[in-house]
């Protein structure tokens, strides 16, 4: 292919040094966190969790406000009434309005939820951080108490420890429950800090860092403390829907909350009872709302894992 | 091999024993006696009552007595009922409970990897949406409102199906499809992410290097791979199962264990709480060792036992 | 000699989030019966891409021909249906790959991976495939074949799996094969082994092999003609001894002193090559090599360098060579 343009012999010096660049760098590069948060709002369906699980959050603490009626108030006259103009939601068959007794039920789920989330991560990060830094002994034998804890059939302990700590025909504490549903599923999170600490402990960052002169305390808040945050965040988010469902479980079979204080799980099986009889609004909407929930926390810890997952970098 | 088979047999005995362990010993830190709920009885009566269920023994005896029993496979007499003992009953709603579990598992087993397979050749196109949509909703939707939507806009609309009870096959339709959607969504979201690995992986550019059609491929290479990981999770849904059958059970009125288990925790009434609580745990643990047992088959980068070089 | 293979102004990118990736920007060479190509150049030069390409095992989004014909036994293969290419993948050209560790599926017995082609392709009972299983095995020199026929990769080790991958892949007699840096990942004492094992199988099915390497030792050993790439364009071609004897392109000089050789003083600092390729998202307005030559004109920043033809197999693309140009002093001392 000849070109067809005239060449100056001038065009045939030596190019100064200045201008060849051989390390060119074309992108901008990219930084760690805003990354991953650019990962998640490009994710539609983890930012419409997002958005409900902020908007169930509010709605939990406004709602039981907004049509005035209380969330125990009963009223004889009006009992088993369909979704209307007043009560947007209908009735109970105690005369309560289901509209501020769903949002209140909201408040307890969440509660419950992110509370046993919160304490797996507690307890979960301090025996897993201890079972990484300590000797090999002592980490080996934590671990096989963690393993046969793991293996107790969770939901089996969870109700037995509610029938044992509950009077028959009532629920169960708060302070119950969430001792029993956190009994045996703080050993995931353990195990993933655990992992990570290990495998952090011996990694290139340690070296490198302790070789530049990094002591050991910056170590762990600059390169260890980041990378392991991702996949601990993924964790908690999705233990919460978990225990949600857990919580809800327990109340269909009884052991929930105690009334007149509700969780969406107890609204659900109270309205187990309005299904034959043509209420089935009393069990479906509670229905709806568990699902909801559990779907929101669910597609956002699933966007959050995809974020972090290097390998999916578009 | 053998060496950690024996080791995970181990695990699960001491892991039995721990739930009978604790079931006894909370059963037994029931603030009160079992008996002084009852409306109050005669004295003599109440003193046989305690002889007969050895209430009257130190604590520890009671334990040894009861651990003796159950390997016996006695689990001893229900407070509650006149006619059976908590074996009766076991042997009664076992087999039901067994139907509808079996059903769902194969229902699970079927459309989940599918499902999955379906996603992962169809990335990020509608076939991959749908399929994770209803993934989503199967493990975000509790068993029991999945259970109760169909009830209320299946059961009552088609003729042919049952809104609850026991006896035929149709009976058992419903509730083996509400149960089994929380392990087919498990399944197939496991099932989709461990295809879109393998088909990365360099061996699939191999087959296809071959000429072979696109089916063979996907069949004989990519789904082969990929069920692995799946079969590792057959432990946690068979637990899923167990647990989510409970509530099925109520909702449809189904006479099975489950329903035994929850009308003895409204009952309070221990020793059958106790006894299905020990049999669901030796169930469960068996399953999760079989399913440990069947990996190390399928695997044929793990062997039972060393063959010779 | 008729040729087997001839690629005309391929030109093949990739879409991606960030834009058009062009990772082959118009390349055309010829492979005729039974010769061996060597395809040399760094990672990420287009090498890959090309061998992928002309048996159309890229994924195709993101990848799309943006030009040109691959020319096979006189029919263009980029107007063929997916059909047409799956008679002819695994048949009349075949490819080995880099890893061994990898390109074998895990969980399938080896035999069965062997002549899985060679059913599909010539239709052969499970007794004849089974018996042309361990005749390839013993083909390529892998002991006790009857025996192995039936185990799994992980029982194998590199070397042997590589020799796997070669039995597969000629299992059909195929008038090309595509080995894509085919030893890199074995041991040096293997890789003369598997490349002993190439030539001679290469004689015996009379077959013409592209090979895909960065390693200039083995291009000196089992190539005949050698291509040199650089940022998804051919910068020199040639006969091997051209190409080591007077290499026309700075770029292929540097390649050549940047080999470690026996005869070097240990304490002299090991040559390479400043920077890296250019990013193809925005493809360099003229010579690719630009940035990093160092016997650079200002013509070479605007200009894409005409074709030199150097005699009738020998053709480089360097204003260099160009007549008007200056003899400009290398640093290298270019000729080797």
Redesign the interface.
């Known amino acids: 292919m000849k070109a067809e343009y005239n060449l100056s012999p001038d065009l045939f010096n030596v190019a100064s040094r200045e201008d060849r660049n051989a390390e060119k760098i074309h992108r901008p590069s990219i930084k760690y966190w805003p990354d991953v948060w650019r990962r998640l709002k490009m994710n539609h369906l983890a930012m419409t969790g997002l958005i409900l699980i902020i908007f169930f959050s509010i709605m939990a603490f406004v709602g039981t406000e907004i049509n005035g009626f209380k969330y125990f108030e009963q009223n004889y006259d009006l009992i088993n009434v369909h979704p209307n103009g007043v009560h947007w939601f209908g009735t109970d068959e105690l005369g309560r309005d289901l509209f501020t007794r769903v949002w209140y039920g909201t408040r307890y789920s969440l509660f419950i939820g992110i509370m046993a989330a919160l304490i797996d991560f507690l307890i979960g990060v301090l025996y897993g951080g201890i079972a990484g830094i300590t000797t090999r002994r002592v980490d080996s034998v934590m671990m096989r108490i963690a393993e046969v804890i793991y293996s107790i059939p969770y939901l089996l302990v969870v109700i037995l420890i509610s029938v044992v700590f509950t009077q028959a025909g009532q629920g169960s504490s708060l302070f119950i429950l969430i001792f029993a549903m956190t009994l045996t599923s703080w050993v995931p999170m353990a195990i993933l800090v655990r992992g990570q600490v290990l495998q952090l402990k011996e990694s290139e960052y340690a070296l490198a860092s302790e070789s530049i002169g990094g002591t050991k305390n910056w170590i762990l808040r600059k390169h260890i403390i980041p990378n392991t945050l991702g996949p601990i965040l993924v964790n908690v988010t999705l233990s919460i829907p978990r225990a949600i469902f857990a919580e809800a479980t327990l109340s269909f079979i009884g052991l929930g909350i105690q009334a007149p204080k509700s969780s969406l799980g107890a609204l659900a099986n109270d309205g187990l009872a309005g299904l034959p009889v043509g209420n089935a609004y009393q069990i479906l909407i509670p229905a709806i709302f568990i699902s909801l929930v559990m779907f929101a926390f669910n597609v956002l810890g699933d966007g959050f894992r995809d974020a972090l997952d290097p390998r999916l970098r578009k | 091999m053998k060496k950690y088979l024996l080791k995970r047999i181990l695990?699960a005995v001491?892991?039995i024993w721990?739930?009978i362990t604790?079931?006894f010993i909370?059963?037994h830190?029931?603030p009160g006696n079992p008996f002084r709920?009852e409306s109050k009885m005669p004295k003599v009566v109440y003193e046989n009552l305690q002889k007969k269920y050895g209430l009257d023994k130190p604590l520890s005896e009671q334990y040894f007595i009861y651990l003796g029993k159950i390997v016996r496979g006695d689990f001893g007499d229900s407070m509650k009922s006149r006619v059976e003992t908590v074996n009766q009953m076991i042997t009664r709603g076992f087999p039901v409970s067994g139907v509808i579990g079996i059903e769902a598992l194969l229902i699970a087993l079927c459309f989940g990897p599918a499902l999955g397979a379906v996603a992962a050749l169809n990335q990020n196109r509608w076939p991959d949406y749908l399929s994770m949509i209803i993934a989503?909703?199967g493990?975000?939707?509790?068993s029991?409102?999945m259970g109760?939507?169909f009830?209320?806009f299946l059961a009552r609309n088609i003729g042919w199906l049952p809104?609850g009870g026991w006896g035929e096959f149709r009976h058992s339709v419903l509730p083996s499809f509400a149960l089994a959607f929380l392990p087919m969504a498990q399944i197939a979201r496991l099932m989709r992410s461990s295809m879109l690995e393998v088909l990365n992986?360099?061996?699939i550019?191999?087959?296809?290097?071959?000429?072979?059609?696109?089916a063979?491929v996907v069949l004989?290479?990519a789904v082969?791979?990929a069920i692995?990981p799946v079969v590792s999770i057959l432990g946690t849904v068979a637990?899923n199962l167990?647990?989510g059958s409970?509530?099925i059970e109520?909702?449809f009125g189904i006479p099975g264990l489950g329903m035994f288990f929850?009308m003895s925790?409204?009952?309070?009434d221990y020793p059958l709480?106790m006894g299905t609580?020990i049999f669901?745990?030796i169930i469960?643990?068996s399953l999760?060792l079989m399913v440990d047992i069947a990996y190390m088959l399928i695997?044929?980068?793990i062997k039972l036992v060393k063959e010779g070089? | 000699m008729e040729n087997v293979l001839e690629v005309k102004d391929l030109k093949i990118s990739f879409k991606t989030f960030f834009g058009e990736v062009e990772a082959v920007r118009g390349i055309s060479f010829k492979v005729g019966k039974e010769e061996t190509i060597a395809i040399v150049g760094e990672s990420g030069c287009g090498k890959s891409v090309t061998a992928s390409g002309i048996m159309q095992l890229l994924p195709m989004p993101p990848a799309f021909f943006k030009g040109g014909e691959i020319i096979f036994n006189g029919e263009n293969l980029l107007n063929k249906k997916e059909k047409e290419m799956q008679a002819i993948r695994g048949n009349k050209i075949s490819m080995v790959f880099q890893d061994p560790m990898t390109s074998l599926n895990p969980t399938m017995k080896i035999g069965k991976q062997i002549v899985e082609g060679l059913v599909k392709h010539h239709k052969m009972s499970a007794e004849d495939a089974h018996k042309k299983a361990i005749e390839m095995l013993e083909l390529v020199a892998v002991p006790q074949p009857g025996k192995r026929i039936n185990q799994y990769p992980h029982e194998f080790s590199g070397g042997m799996r590589q020799r796997v991958m070669i039995a597969l892949a000629m299992v059909c007699n195929p008038q090309l094969l595509i080995a894509d840096e085919p030893t890199t990942a074995l041991d040096v004492t293997v890789q003369a082994q598997i490349l002993e094992l190439m030539k001679k199988l290469q004689e015996q099915l009379e077959m013409s092999i592209i090979l895909i390497t960065h390693d200039l030792g083995i291009v000196a050993d089992m190539s005949d003609r050698v291509i040199v790439m650089y940022a998804g364009q051919i910068v020199e071609t040639g006969l091997t001894e051209e190409i080591f004897a007077s290499p026309k392109h700075p770029y292929t000089r540097k390649l050549l002193a940047s080999v470690p050789r026996l005869d070097m003083n240990k304490d002299e600092p090991l040559y390479s090559i400043d920077g890296t390729p250019p990013d193809l998202y925005i493809p360099p307005k003229g010579c690719s090599f630009y940035d990093r030559c160092t016997e650079a004109m200002k013509i070479c920043k605007d200009h894409v360098p005409d074709l030199n033809e150097h005699n009738d197999t020998h053709l480089s693309r360097c204003w260099l060579n160009h007549p008007m140009a200056q003899k400009v002093y290398s640093m290298d001392g270019g000729e080797k």
């Open positions: 695990m001491v892991t721990a739930v604790i079931t909370l059963m830190s029931v709920t989503i909703l493990i975000s939707v509790p029991f409102i109760t939507v009830i209320q809104i992986q360099d061996y550019k191999t087959a296809k290097s071959k000429g072979i059609t696109k063979t004989k290479h082969r791979n692995l637990s167990l647990v409970f509530v109520k909702i929850i925790i409204g009952n309070r709480i609580t669901y745990a469960l643990v999760l695997d044929p980068r070089r």
